[in-house]
């Protein structure tokens, strides 16, 4: 949206009608208190913040982010309007997300040239490895991979922050879609020692989601809790209804997430300093992007920590009703 040089009571009387229309909804609001040097101690409810494209005098344009706040009961009605410029912010989001892009595009081709070259060292079928090379070849294998998800996250990242990402969404029996997943990761459990248990309620229930990303979401929860179980543990997956949702939890027996790092938790990058952590390694984007593709299927994921040890994840999704649903 271009605006002109307009003044601040102008730019709040833009904001004010979809604010007023924001709480008639009853849409979830911040909530913030006016500091007491103000003189003013009423409860005031924050819209949230909007972007605007500004002009100069010279006319240039500017980056605008624009928080407006209602004070409730005051007399005569007031807002506060709060404006900054964020030109060099989306700038920098600008370089960052566009270098992300082309070194990850530049690096796909070569790598997965390299992996399929290993692979075809590793089964043997060129010719018979000596057993010292083909442990080498081996940790190469593997390290080519762990490269291979990590450009993979990264190009995900990318098309969520510019808004590219396409869902294909369909409906899927919750049971089967968990029975291939748990399938198809049994083999990585059986080689770490890990049991995987797998309960389901009858009749399994149907949600509307994207096959593959959903597929996607649950990987990274079960991969997560099979490289954290010690040898010996068990990782149990739950599938639940209630209240019109379907409800999939992801339980382990390790040693769990530290309470400090529970609120970064699922932020782009982050991961908890801890030995267990740095010896397992991985990116830090997994979880990220998987609240992301839940929130997008209309659903939400959380945690939260097991008693004595462990760490239980879940995901939820609006459970289809049979006349909504087309699935057989």
């Not at 506060?80 to 960052?96: G, H």
């Not at 369909?170 to 291939?180: A, T, Y």
């Not at 597929?215 to 739950?238: C, D, E, M, W």
Request: glycine share 6%; hydrophobic share 40%.
């Amino acid at each position: 949206m271009l605006l002109p040089s307009l003044s601040i009571a102008q730019l709040a009387a833009l904001l004010a009608d979809d604010h007023a229309a924001s709480q008639a909804s009853n849409q979830t609001a911040n909530q913030a208190t006016i500091p007491a040097t103000t003189g003013i101690s009423t409860p005031i409810t924050t819209a949230p913040a909007q972007d605007f494209e500004g002009r100069r005098r010279d006319g240039s344009t500017v980056a605008i982010e624009m928080t407006l706040s209602a004070i409730p009961n005051a007399e005569p009605k007031t807002c506060i309007a709060v404006c900054r410029d964020v030109s060099e912010r989306r700038r920098v989001d600008r370089l960052k997300r566009e270098f992300v892009a082309t070194v990850s595009h530049e690096l796909r081709t070569p790598l997965t040239s390299i992996t399929g070259a290993l692979d075809l060292l590793v089964s043997g079928q060129l010719a018979a490895v000596p057993a010292p090379l083909h442990s080498l070849i081996s940790i190469a294998q593997r390290n080519s991979r762990r490269l291979g998800d990590l450009i993979n996250d990264l190009l995900d990242v990318e098309q969520i922050s510019r808004c590219q990402l396409t869902l294909f969404m369909e409906d899927i029996v919750v049971q089967r879609k968990l029975e291939e997943t748990v399938a198809a990761i049994t083999a990585y459990a059986d080689s770490l020692g890990v049991h995987l248990q797998l309960q389901c309620d009858a009749p399994s229930p149907v949600v509307h989601a994207d096959r593959k990303r959903l597929r996607q979401v649950l990987n990274n929860l079960l991969s997560n809790a099979i490289k954290f179980s010690p040898k010996g543990g068990t990782v149990a997956v739950r599938c639940e209804q209630h209240d019109g949702l379907v409800r999939i939890t992801v339980r382990d027996q390790g040693p769990g997430v530290p309470k400090a790092f529970e609120p970064r938790l699922f932020e782009q990058f982050s991961r908890a300093d801890s030995a267990d952590t740095r010896q397992i390694g991985g990116t830090g984007l997994g979880l990220a992007i998987s609240k992301e593709l839940i929130e997008r299927m209309h659903g939400h994921i959380g945690y939260h920590p097991v008693q004595p040890t462990g760490a239980c994840f879940f995901i939820e999704l609006p459970q289809q009703t049979a006349t909504e649903s087309k699935t057989s």
